[in-house]
């Protein structure tokens, strides 16, 4: 059977009652905002062992046949279901099973989910404050954003949101239980948490606002910096070059001792901006290299040198990371370490090694779709396993949270795509806990002792090759 039939067999299906919403996925993806640079080398050896895992291809006979098969349930149910179906509705919850079976972060986003993810992207948005992701059926609080509704309230990482506004959060999948968080700015919104260690469900009764994020916060302590990224947006860059150059001004222009870069608790963001912020800090050399099924998903991203990695050339830097940084904050970590430019501090970073590619499907929605692997310069694999810290340094967990601040991060996730380093897959939990006062705070101390001699380790400073 030649593809001329299987098209075919897909206009039919199609004409059942709305499919082809399916037919511009690949015809209207979006092209990428950034220019990529010459496509990265991969390993022949790894190639090979991938092509040699990879399924035996299906005929055009065995796909003709489940094409028939689908179209024969869609058909029994607009004909036999006890309600008359909505077939929009049916043919959107066939596109988002399909998706959300390849791995966690695939998906089909409605178009009001669209629209919700290019607002929050763009660094505002209505809504409460929360980073989260679907686990056994119910939201799992990655981490509450600084200084929103959530964040005040006291929602805590690994809370477990059951209900929102008495409704069960079960059956629901992952963009409809954020979209009923979200809502008109003042407008009320009950969440029903469950905390391990608490016996009873805990209801917050949240305010939603304007979650006007603020990329970067920074202070002084002492003749150190401490820059706060609390996740990827489109101000990310913006914000850590206004923080620098705001430190020397206040400091009459001299370079501070030390800069520490915070990315503990960052879910992660936009690509695009992880480059950029590498970049701030390196003058050349691999960002870094994905790679994918297609050798046009492979690419690499590079540092050029400019005025503000020159103005802190030789400004020490240490990152924080911890199980809750995850994705272009691991991108941060991994080139910074990689380059010997900056000793990483804290737990084992979440690793979500990943791209996904939104697809336009004009107004129907889009798809988000995994279609790469992140690799750090030195060509480690972020996925499943993440970045270990060159200095491993623990909090003081209260103890009603000792044992439910760590997570292990994307490999206990269901369905997430196999790590592809030798080092394999996370099997222990790293601590997302972070003190809320900062002389509490472990890490961030341990830090600025660092950079002003009072502790010493080898990994610090590090010394770049070459």
């Known amino acids: 059977m030649n593809s001329a039939t299987i098209r075919a067999a897909l206009l039919a299906v199609a004409l059942l009652g709305g499919v082809n919403a399916l037919l511009p996925v690949v015809a209207q993806e979006e092209p990428s905002q950034e220019e990529p640079s010459p496509e990265a080398p991969v390993d022949g050896e790894a190639a090979a062992a991938e092509l040699a895992e990879a399924p035996t291809p299906r005929t055009p006979e065995e796909i003709y046949s489940d094409l028939n098969l689908f179209g024969e349930v869609f058909d029994r149910i607009r004909s036999e279901y006890v309600e008359p179906p909505d077939e929009r509705e049916l043919i959107r919850a066939a596109i988002q099973g399909m998706l959300s079976s390849l791995d966690p972060h695939s998906g089909y986003l409605s178009p009001d989910s669209y629209d919700d993810m290019r607002r929050d992207t763009s660094g505002q948005f209505g809504g409460l404050g929360i980073e989260v992701t679907m686990e056994e059926g119910v939201l799992k609080v990655v981490s509450p954003i600084d200084e929103t509704p959530a964040a005040r309230a006291g929602i805590l990482a690994n809370d477990l949101i059951v209900e929102i506004d008495g409704q069960t959060v079960q059956g629901q999948t992952l963009d409809e239980a954020v979209e009923k968080m979200r809502g008109p700015v003042g407008s009320g919104v009950t969440l029903t948490v469950v905390r391990e260690g608490v016996d009873e469900p805990l209801d917050f009764d949240l305010e939603r606002d304007i979650i006007a994020l603020r990329a970067v916060r920074w202070s002084l302590e002492g003749d150190v910096g401490v820059l706060r990224l609390s996740r990827f947006s489109?101000?990310?860059?913006?914000?850590?070059?206004?923080?620098?150059?705001?430190?020397?001004?206040?400091?009459?222009?001299?370079?501070?001792?030390?800069?520490?870069?915070?990315?503990?608790?960052?879910?992660?963001?936009?690509?695009?901006?992880?480059?950029?912020?590498?970049?701030?800090?390196?003058?050349?050399?691999?960002?870094?290299?994905?790679?994918?099924?297609?050798?046009?998903?492979?690419?690499?991203?590079?540092?050029?040198?400019?005025?503000?990695?020159?103005?802190?050339?030789?400004?020490?830097?240490?990152?924080?990371?911890?199980?809750?940084?995850?994705?272009?904050?691991?991108?941060?970590?991994?080139?910074?370490?990689?380059?010997?430019?900056?000793?990483?501090?804290?737990?084992?970073?979440?690793?979500?090694?990943?791209?996904?590619?939104?697809?336009?499907?004009?107004?129907?929605?889009?798809?988000?779709?995994?279609?790469?692997?992140?690799?750090?310069?030195?060509?480690?694999?972020?996925?499943?396993?993440?970045?270990?810290?060159?200095?491993?340094?623990?909090?003081?967990?209260?103890?009603?949270?000792?044992?439910?601040?760590?997570?292990?991060?994307?490999?206990?996730?269901?369905?997430?795509?196999?790590?592809?380093?030798?080092?394999?897959?996370?099997?222990?939990?790293?601590?997302?806990?972070?003190?809320?006062?900062?002389?509490?705070?472990?890490?961030?101390?341990?830090?600025?002792?660092?950079?002003?001699?009072?502790?010493?380790?080898?990994?610090?400073?590090?010394?770049?090759?070459?």
């Open 234 to 466: 489109e101000q990310a860059y913006s914000g850590i070059e206004a923080a620098i150059r705001d430190m020397y001004e206040e400091r009459d222009g001299s370079a501070p001792k030390g800069l520490v870069l915070d990315l503990r608790n960052n879910p992660g963001g936009l690509v695009d901006q992880s480059v950029l912020v590498a970049d701030a800090f390196l003058s050349r050399g691999a960002v870094v290299l994905t790679r994918g099924r297609n050798p046009q998903d492979n690419d690499r991203y590079d540092a050029k040198p400019d005025d503000l990695d020159s103005m802190i050339a030789n400004v020490p830097i240490v990152v924080l990371i911890n199980g809750g940084s995850a994705s272009a904050a691991e991108i941060v970590a991994g080139a910074l370490q990689d380059h010997k430019r900056a000793t990483l501090v804290g737990t084992r970073s979440f690793g979500k090694g990943s791209v996904q590619s939104i697809s336009s499907l004009g107004v129907s929605g889009a798809i988000r779709m995994t279609t790469s692997r992140y690799y750090t310069p030195d060509n480690r694999s972020i996925q499943a396993f993440g970045i270990r810290p060159d200095i491993e340094v623990f909090q003081d967990v209260p103890e009603e949270l000792k044992g439910r601040d760590e997570i292990i991060g994307e490999a206990e996730l269901p369905g997430h795509l196999a790590g592809a380093g030798e080092e394999g897959e996370a099997t222990t939990g790293s601590s997302v806990y972070v003190p809320a006062e900062q002389e509490e705070d472990n890490q961030l101390q341990y830090a600025i002792r660092l950079i002003n001699g009072e502790e010493s380790n080898p990994a610090f400073p590090p010394t770049p090759e070459g």
